[in-house]
């Protein structure tokens, strides 16, 4: 498994933006898809976001497409999230995350068993 580490969140008011950064390490990073996930209280931790190991496939929930983006820098192990025209109901813990390697194909996931790996989540809080 590897570690990541996530950061970047904070308190926004609606519309503002925020980036968030994963650094991994303990594993080969480009051979893992990535994704991001987020949690408000009382509810389940739900998909966000999600880039294949190339950086070439992407995918992202329908709350936030045209809103987020995500990248990855395969060099620097590190995965982002921008968050663009930021809603109340984007207030979470978010969490970077880690699928097992792939060997051969270019994949998205989107289920949380997918993945292996975890950041400790960063919290963004976004005020109307």
């Known amino acids: 498994q590897m570690h990541l580490v996530d950061s970047g969140g904070g308190l926004v008011q609606a519309g503002g933006s925020l980036r968030l950064s994963c650094t991994a390490s303990g594993g080969i990073f480009s051979l893992s898809t990535m994704g991001w996930f987020r949690q408000a209280p009382g509810r389940e931790r739900e998909f966000v976001s999600a880039?294949?190991?190339?950086?070439?496939?992407?995918d992202y929930a329908d709350s936030v497409k045209g809103r987020f983006t995500i990248s990855r820098d395969n060099a620097q192990n590190t995965v982002s999230l921008q968050m663009n025209s930021l809603k109340p109901e984007d207030t979470a813990v978010y969490f970077c995350?880690?699928?097992?390697?792939?060997?051969?194909?270019?994949?998205?996931?989107?289920?949380?068993?997918?993945?292996?790996?975890w950041g400790q989540g960063t919290q963004v809080t976004v005020s109307s």
């Open positions: 880039i294949s190991r190339s950086g070439k496939n992407t």
């Open positions: 995350a880690a699928a097992r390697p792939s060997f051969a194909l270019d994949l998205i996931f989107t289920r949380q068993n997918d993945y292996e790996s």
